[in-house]
């Protein structure tokens, strides 16, 4: 079977700069989506259209196509004493959740000094061009309680919606 809208595929995946530094990777734990659900980036999702399994893809992505720009608006800096965590979480590197009267975001601390915390809410790769180098393991048809949810459903997962 190839890559299709509402195809179910296993993919394991390496993202690396142009250099051929590893910045990410699905190590040897595949992971799943839907394709035509946007879980994907578009560009990949693009390129996986009509692979099968066994196939290897690479694929150069321009910062616009990967993870975005980099949006200095999402860099602020907070008074340390706003953010009501605890003292191991203020460390360079930390992700964080926070939530706010619009929603949650992810947001990543970049420097701290001693009275403010940087805070970024660009992805961590955003701004750079990347490459991926995909394997597909596996693609199959959706089941209609995947196409429902709108997310696959890997086999030994548990996935009791109500």
Same mark, same amino acid.
């Given at each position: 079977?190839?890559?299709?809208?509402?195809?179910? %595929? /296993?993919?394991?995946? &390496? %993202?690396? /700069?142009? @250099?051929?530094?590893? #910045? $990410?990777?699905?190590?040897?734990?595949?992971?799943?989506? #839907?394709?035509?659900?946007?879980?994907?980036? +578009?560009?990949?999702?693009?390129?996986?259209? @009509?692979?099968?399994?066994?196939?290897?893809?690479?694929?150069?992505? @321009? +910062? &616009?196509?990967? *993870?975005?720009?980099?949006?200095?608006? #999402?860099?602020?800096? %907070? +008074?340390? /004493?706003?953010?009501? !965590?605890?003292?191991?979480?203020?460390?360079?590197?930390?992700? !964080? $959740? !926070?939530?706010?009267?619009?929603?949650?975001?992810?947001?990543?601390?970049?420097?701290?000094?001693?009275?403010?915390?940087? #805070?970024?809410?660009?992805?961590? !790769? &955003?701004?750079?061009?990347?490459? *991926?180098?995909?394997?597909?393991?596996?693609?199959?048809?959706?089941? $209609? /309680?995947?196409?429902?949810? =709108?997310?696959?459903?890997?086999? =030994?997962?548990?996935?009791?919606?109500?």
């Amino acid at each position: 079977m190839n890559i299709t809208n509402n195809a179910i %595929v /296993s993919m394991l995946y &390496a %993202v690396t /700069s142009p @250099s051929g530094e590893v #910045l $990410e990777t699905s190590g040897d734990e595949p992971i799943w989506y #839907l394709h035509g659900a946007d879980q994907l980036l +578009p560009g990949l999702e693009k390129v996986l259209e @009509s692979k099968t399994v066994g196939d290897k893809v690479e694929v150069d992505l @321009s +910062p &616009a196509e990967a *993870f975005g720009e980099h949006e200095e608006e #999402l860099v602020s800096k %907070v +008074p340390r /004493s706003e953010l009501e !965590l605890p003292e191991e979480a203020f460390v360079v590197g930390n992700e !964080l $959740e !926070l939530e706010d009267d619009t929603g949650s975001a992810i947001v990543t601390i970049t420097e701290i000094d001693e009275d403010v915390v940087t #805070l970024d809410g660009n992805h961590p !790769l &955003a701004g750079r061009a990347v490459t *991926f180098k995909v394997e597909v393991l596996e693609v199959r048809e959706a089941t $209609e /309680s995947e196409l429902e949810h =709108g997310h696959p459903h890997p086999p =030994g997962t548990d996935h009791d919606h109500a």
